[in-house]
């Protein structure tokens, strides 16, 4: 049984039971259903080039002690394109996280035409804070995983996909450890 101060989760929209006409006007429609489109397409894209990255390829060239595929049809190597399937992991994540969050502020009449830049933005800063989370691990800077962690890429997929998910709490993470390493420039 919930203690009376917990909050229960809110899964509804707090409209009564038959009320099912929209809140929104025809062009808000619009613009959430282009909104929505965007970001399948992003997800499309993102996972087209994603299975790319990570099918296995024969080996083009061997070279300066690197092997060498074709990606995209460019020659790279294969550290590199583990880090590219990181980023694209992290890209997928966050666009997951953007429809998530699209389709529960819908319901619950929370969407609102400003926030289209950040829904834009998103997938992009999720692809972004992935990779350099990767760097920082992968360096060692932050101790949590083993180096080797990454040589595995269904590990690497996993980690991309919930860094990028995950990715503004990482970054609030990383303010807060900011703001208490060096202060800000309202401390006196």
């Given at each position: ?91 997928v994540g966050g666009t997951v996280f953007d429809l998530k969050w ?24 999720s692809a972004m804070v992935s990779l350099f989370t990767g760097f ?53």
């Amino acid at each position: 049984m919930a203690d009376e101060d917990e909050e229960l989760p809110d899964y509804d929209d707090g409209r009564p039971t038959g009320e099912w006409k929209t809140r929104y006007v025809f062009r808000a429609w619009l613009q959430i259903s282009g909104e929505f489109l965007l970001l399948f397409l992003y997800l499309a894209v993102a996972n087209y080039f994603l299975i790319e990255a990570i099918t296995e390829k024969p080996a083009e060239i061997a070279r300066d002690g690197f092997i060498y595929s074709t990606l995209f049809g460019v020659y790279v190597s294969e550290e590199n394109a583990r880090w590219i399937a990181l980023v694209l992991a992290g890209f997928v994540g966050g666009t997951v996280f953007d429809l998530k969050w699209m389709y529960h502020s819908v319901a619950k009449g929370i969407w609102n035409v400003d926030r289209c830049l950040w829904r834009i933005i998103v997938p992009f800063n999720s692809a972004m804070v992935s990779l350099f989370t990767g760097f920082l691990f992968k360096s060692g800077v932050v101790p949590f995983l083993k180096n080797e962690s990454f040589d595995n890429y269904y590990v690497l997929l996993g980690l991309g996909f919930v860094f990028g998910y995950f990715s503004d709490n990482i970054l609030a993470a990383l303010q807060n450890l900011a703001k208490k390493a060096f202060g800000t420039l309202d401390d006196s």
